[in-house]
C-alpha cells in the first residue's frame, strides 16, 4: 500500500480528521489531550483535599466555589473529602496516567518507530479513544449526582462500596464508576490488542526484535500485561455489580448494617482484593514502564551515547512484566490472608528490586562518559531516575510481610507509591511530551521554560511526597480527614502544612507547562525534521503529518537505534542507513 | 500563611534569575534555540550545577526533616516480636539510605561532569556482561539476607498462639465508628456469635444461649493487656472492613465481616513505663482503625492500658461478665 504525498490532499471535513479521526497520530494527540486534561482534574482534587490536611477545618473560599454542596461554609465535609481522595486517585492512575500517558505515545511512537503505516486497525483505534472519552465523561458526571462520588478509595473494597447505608457515595456516585471503569478497560483492552498486533505483525523490514528501540519494548510488555489483567478488574466490576444491584453475595457475609442484618452468606471480600490486585498491581507496571521505556531512549539521544546493557535492559522490562503478575498478594499482607501466601509474597515481591537495579545501574552507566545535553526532556528522565530510585527503595520495606505490618496503609506507602509510580510516570510522560512535542505538532517548545518547569516540579514534588515517609514511620494512617483526633500525630501538624504548600506550588508551576505547551502549539518556531539528532525511524517522516507516515517506500532498517559516536563514524546513524563496507554491527 | 509567602518569594528569585541569565530580556525567555541540539554551553554548565545544588538541598531536606521530627516517630516497639521487626527494620532501612546516598551522589555527579562540551567524544560503551552481571548478582545476594530474616520473622509472628496454654484472648469488634473488646473470661473461650442476633444491647450478636459466652467480658472505650503475658486477638467486624492498627505493638490485622482474623503479641512494658521511655507523662498506647471504613473513619479510636498483672486481674474483675 503505497500512498503518495499527492493522493493525500483529498480533502477531509473538520469531523474526519479531528474527531473521528483513525490516524495513530490524531488519536495519540486527542488520547493526551484528554489524559491530561482528566489529569489536571485530578490535580485540582489533590489540592483541595491537602488544603483540609493542611489546615483542618479551616474555610478556604475555592472550596465554595469548586466544591459547593461539598464544602458547606467553605469546609470539606468528612464523606466528601473521601470522594475527592478516591476519584484523584481513579482518574490520575487510570485516566491520565494509563490512557493518558500509554494511549498517548503507545499512539504516536508505536507505528512511527517500527516503521508501519498506522495501527493495525485504525477503526479500533479510534473506537478505543471513543470509549476511553465516554468513560471519562461518565466518571465526570458521577461527582454531580445525588450522594456524590464514589468514597470507597480507588481500590473500592466491598463491603464499603457495595452498601450505600455504609457511605453515601456508595449510592449512584459507585454505580457510576463501576460503568465508568467497564467501559475504560474495554477502551484498555482493544487499544492494547491493537498495540500487540501492530507491534508483531506491522514492523517494517529488517526492523528484528533486538533492533526495536526500546520505547517499543516497553509499550509492547505494557500492553501484554493490560490485556492480561484488566479483564480480571473488569469481572471483579462485574460481580460487584451483580452484588450491588442483584442481590448475590460474592463478597458480603455476616453483615449487619442499617439497623438490620443482612440476607448474604457466604462470599468474601478477600475475593475482591485478589481480583482487584491482579489487576492493580501490573497496573502499577502498566504506568511505569512506558516511562522507562520513554526514559531509555531520551538518556541515550541526550548523552549522544548508546544506551548500556541493551539486551539486558530488554531483559529486565520482560522480567519485571513477568513477576509483575505473581506479586499482587503484598497488598493484602494484613488482610487475614493465609500467613504461607504472604511468605511467598514477599519472595517475589523482593525478586523486583533485580531488574529494576538492572535498569537504574545501566542509566548511570550510559551518563558516565556521555556528552549531556539538557532538553527539558532529558531534565524530566534524570528525576525519573531519581523518583525510580528513591521509591523504589523504599519498596524493600513495603513488600517485606514483617516490616508491612506497620506500615501497612500509613502514609509510608502514600510516600512510596506516589514516588515510585506517581512522579517517575509523570516525569516519563513529561520527558516525552517535551521530546516528542516536534513530532506531534511540527512546532518546538522553549526550553527555558521547560527548564523551570522541570526544577519547580522536582522540588516541590519531592517536597510534598519524602516527608510522608516520616508521617508513615510516626503511624499516621492515611485517608484520614483530619488527624487531630489523635494526639500523638499532633507534632506533625506544621509538617501537613509545609506539604500542603508544596502541592500548591507544584500545582502553580504546572501552568508554566500548560502555559508553554499551548504557545508552542500556535507560535513556537517550526521544528526542523530530526530536532534531536536521532536514529530512530519517526524522526524521517515530513514534519507535516501525512497519513502513511512515510511519502514513498517504508525505509528499511538496517541497525540498532543506538549508534551514536560510534568510533570511525558519524555522529549519529539513523536505523535506515545500510551498514558500510566492513562495518560491524553494534549488537 | 508566612510559610507560603516565603515559598513564594523564593519562586519569585528563582524567576528572576532565570530573567537575568537570559539577558534581562524578557522575548528571550520565549525564544527557542537557534539550532536544537547545539545547546548554549553555558546553560548546560548551569544545568549541571543545578543538579549538584538540587543534591546538596535535597540532603539539607532530609536532614531538616530528621532533626525536627525525627524524634516524633514511633518510639522502640512495646511487644516481643516488635524487637524484632524494629532490627529488620533498622538492617532495611541501612541498606536503602546506603543505596539512596549512594546512587544520587553518582547520579548527580556524572550529570554534573559530563555536562555537554564540545571537544569530549563520548565513549561508545554499548554493554558488558561482567558489570552486568555484577549488578545482578549483588542485589541478589542484599534480597537473600534480607527475605530469610524477614520470612522467619513473619513466620514466627503469624503462628497462633496454643488456646490452652497461660494466655488472654481478646476479642476486638469493629463497627461504624468504634471498636469494642470481649474478653473470654475465666473459660478462656469466647462465646458464638451470629449477625442475625444482634438487637438491642447485645450488638455484638452473642447468643445468649451458649453457656461459654456468660462469662465473656465486653468493655469500650480502653481496655487493658497484662504485661508480660501473650495476647491472642480475634478480630471481627459488622458491617464493612475495618483495621486494627496498634503501632507501637508494631500490630496490625484488618476486621472483615464473614471472616475471623488473628494476630498475636506479647507487650512488654507497662504504659507507666512507656510514659518513662518516650519521657512523655500523657502517653497512651492506642488503637486506630486502619482501612477506610466511611465517615468517621478519622475517629475511630480505642485506648489501651499495658499494666502489671495484679492490675489487670482488679480491672478486670471490675467489669461485670456478659450473663449479668
Known amino acids: 500500500m503505497d500512498i503518495t504525498h499527492s493522493e493525500h490532499k483529498h480533502h477531509e471535513s473538520f469531523i474526519s480528521k479531528y474527531l473521528f479521526s483513525r490516524d495513530h497520530k490524531m488519536i495519540a494527540k486527542q488520547f493526551m489531550i484528554t489524559g491530561f486534561t482528566m489529569g489536571f482534574i485530578g490535580i485540582i482534587m489533590s489540592v483541595l483535599f491537602r488544603l483540609q490536611l493542611g489546615w483542618p477545618g479551616e474555610k478556604f473560599l475555592i472550596n465554595d466555589l469548586l466544591l459547593g454542596s461539598w464544602a458547606n461554609g467553605g469546609v470539606i465535609a468528612p464523606d466528601k473529602y473521601l470522594a475527592l481522595v478516591t476519584m484523584h486517585g481513579t482518574i490520575m492512575v487510570f485516566f491520565m496516567l494509563t490512557a493518558g500517558l500509554s494511549g498517548t505515545f503507545s499512539n504516536l511512537l508505536i507505528p512511527l518507530q517500527i516503521g508501519a503505516r498506522d495501527m493495525a486497525s485504525g477503526f479500533i483505534n479510534m473506537l478505543s479513544y471513543w470509549i476511553f472519552f465516554v468513560s471519562c465523561i461518565v466518571m465526570l458526571v458521577s461527582l454531580g449526582v445525588e450522594g456524590g462520588a464514589a468514597s470507597s478509595g480507588w481500590t473500592i473494597y466491598p463491603p464499603l462500596s457495595a452498601l450505600p447505608e455504609a457511605i453515601p457515595g456508595s449510592g449512584l456516585g459507585m454505580t457510576l464508576w463501576l460503568v465508568s471503569m467497564a467501559l475504560f478497560i474495554t477502551s484498555s483492552l482493544i487499544g492494547s490488542l491493537n498495540y500487540i498486533v501492530t507491534i508483531l505483525n506491522l514492523r517494517t523490514k529488517g526492523m528484528t526484535f533486538t533492533r526495536l528501540p526500546l520505547t517499543i519494548w516497553s509499550f509492547l510488555v505494557t500492553a501484554i500485561l493490560g490485556v492480561l489483567s484488566f479483564p ?95 506479586v499482587w498478594g503484598h497488598h493484602m499482607f494484613v488482610t487475614g490472608m493465609n500467613p504461607f501466601l504472604g511468605a511467598v509474597f514477599t519472595i517475589t515481591t523482593l525478586l523486583i528490586a533485580i531488574p529494576s537495579a538492572i535498569k537504574v545501574f545501566n542509566y548511570l552507566t550510559t551518563l558516565w562518559r556521555g556528552n549531556i545535553i539538557f532538553s527539558p526532556a532529558m531534565l524530566f528522565s534524570i528525576g525519573l531516575i531519581s523518583t525510580f530510585i528513591t521509591g523504589g527503595l523504599t519498596g524493600l520495606i513495603l513488600g517485606d510481610a514483617t516490616l508491612d505490618i506497620n506500615v501497612h496503609d500509613t502514609y509510608f506507602v502514600v510516600g512510596h507509591f506516589h514516588i515510585v509510580m506517581g512522579l517517575s510516570a509523570v516525569f516519563g510522560t513529561f520527558a516525552g511530551v517535551y521530546h516528542w512535542f516536534p513530532k506531534m505538532f511540527g512546532k518546538m517548545m522553549n526550553n527555558t521554560w521547560g527548564q523551570i518547569h522541570f526544577w519547580i516540579t522536582i522540588v516541590t514534588a519531592y517536597g510534598v511526597f519524602f516527608p510522608m515517609h516520616f508521617l508513615g514511620l510516626a503511624g499516621v494512617p492515611r485517608r484520614y480527614y483530619t488527624n487531630s483526633s489523635f494526639p500523638m500525630f499532633d507534632d506533625f501538624v506544621n509538617l501537613n502544612e509545609i506539604i500542603s504548600i508544596f502541592a500548591i506550588i507544584a500545582f502553580i508551576g504546572q501552568f508554566i507547562f500548560i502555559f508553554n505547551f499551548l504557545y508552542s502549539i500556535f507560535k513556537g518556531r517550526k521544528a526542523s525534521q530530526n530536532p534531536w539528532s536521532s536514529n530512530t525511524l519517526e524522526w524521517t517522516t515530513p514534519v507535516e503529518h501525512i497519513h502513511g507516515n512515510w511519502p514513498g517506500e517504508i525505509p528499511e532498517v538496517h541497525r540498532w537505534p543506538y549508534d551514536y559516536n560510534k568510533p570511525g563514524y558519524e555522529e549519529f546513524i539513523p536505523q535506515n542507513v545500510p551498514l558500510k563496507k566492513g562495518e560491524v554491527e553494534s549488537v | 500563611m508566612l510559610l507560603l509567602s516565603a515559598f513564594a518569594f523564593i519562586l519569585i528569585l528563582f524567576l528572576i534569575t532565570f530573567f537575568y541569565l537570559k539577558g534581562g530580556d524578557f522575548k528571550e525567555m520565549f525564544k527557542g534555540n537557534p539550532d536544537d541540539l547545539n545547546f548554549d554551553e553555558q546553560e548546560n554548565k548551569t544545568q549541571g550545577w543545578l543538579f549538584v545544588a538540587f543534591g546538596i538541598g535535597f540532603l539539607l531536606f532530609i536532614l531538616f526533616l530528621i532533626f525536627k521530627w525525627g524524634g516524633s516517630l514511633l518510639p522502640e516497639a512495646a511487644s516481643v516480636h516488635g524487637a524484632d521487626v524494629d532490627s529488620l527494620m533498622l538492617i532495611t532501612g541501612i541498606i536503602i539510605i546506603f543505596v539512596f546516598v549512594v546512587t544520587h551522589i553518582l547520579l548527580f555527579v556524572l550529570v554534573y561532569k559530563y555536562a555537554f562540551n564540545k571537544n569530549r567524544k563520548p565513549a561508545f560503551f554499548t554493554h558488558n556482561l561482567k558489570l552486568e552481571l555484577l549488578w545482578t548478582a549483588l542485589p541478589a545476594m ?88 501473650p495476647v491472642q486477638f480475634v478480630f471481627r467486624a459488622q458491617d464493612v472492613m475495618h483495621s486494627a492498627y496498634m503501632p507501637h505493638f508494631r500490630a496490625q490485622m484488618n476486621c472483615v465481616p464473614g471472616l475471623k482474623t488473628q494476630f498475636n503479641f506479647t507487650p512488654k512494658y507497662t504504659t507507666q513505663e512507656m510514659r518513662r521511655i518516650t519521657k512523655n507523662p500523657d502517653f497512651d498506647y492506642i488503637l486506630l482503625c486502619n482501612k477506610i471504613c466511611g465517615m468517621a473513619h478519622f475517629s475511630m479510636k480505642m485506648k489501651i492500658v499495658v499494666e502489671s498483672e495484679e492490675d489487670y486481674n482488679l480491672w478486670l474483675a471490675s467489669n461485670q461478665s456478659f450473663k449479668q
Do not use: C
Open chain 1, 232 to 326: 480480571v478488574l473488569l469481572s471483579a466490576v462485574l460481580l460487584l455489580v451483580f452484588d450491588r444491584s442483584f442481590g448475590t453475595s460474592f463478597y458480603l457475609s455476616d453483615i449487619y448494617i442499617g439497623g438490620q442484618a443482612l440476607e448474604r452468606f457466604g462470599g468474601s471480600p478477600i475475593l475482591f482484593e485478589h481480583l482487584f490486585w491482579f489487576l492493580g498491581h501490573p497496573e502499577v507496571y502498566i504506568v511505569l514502564l512506558p516511562s522507562l521505556g520513554i526514559t531509555s531512549e531520551i538518556v541515550s539521544t541526550m548523552s549522544r551515547k548508546p544506551i548500556f546493557g541493551y539486551k539486558f535492559m530488554i531483559g529486565s522490562i520482560l522480567a519485571i512484566g513477568g513477576l509483575s503478575f505473581i
Open chain 2, 142 to 229: 542484599v534480597l537473600v539476607v534480607l527475605i530469610s530474616v524477614g520470612l522467619y520473622n513473619w513466620n514466627s509472628i503469624m503462628t497462633p498462639l496454643d488456646e490452652n496454654d497461660d494466655i488472654v484472648l481478646i476479642e476486638l469488634y469493629a463497627k461504624q465508628f468504634d471498636w469494642t473488646a470481649r474478653y473470654a473470661g475465666n473459660d478462656g473461650k469466647l462465646g458464638r456469635a451470629n449477625v442475625f442476633l444482634i438487637k438491642g444491647s447485645n450488638f455484638l450478636g452473642i447468643d445468649t444461649t451458649d453457656v461459654v459466652a456468660f462469662d465473656d467480658k465486653i468493655v469500650k472505650n480502653e481496655f487493658h493487656l497484662p504485661v508480660n503475658k
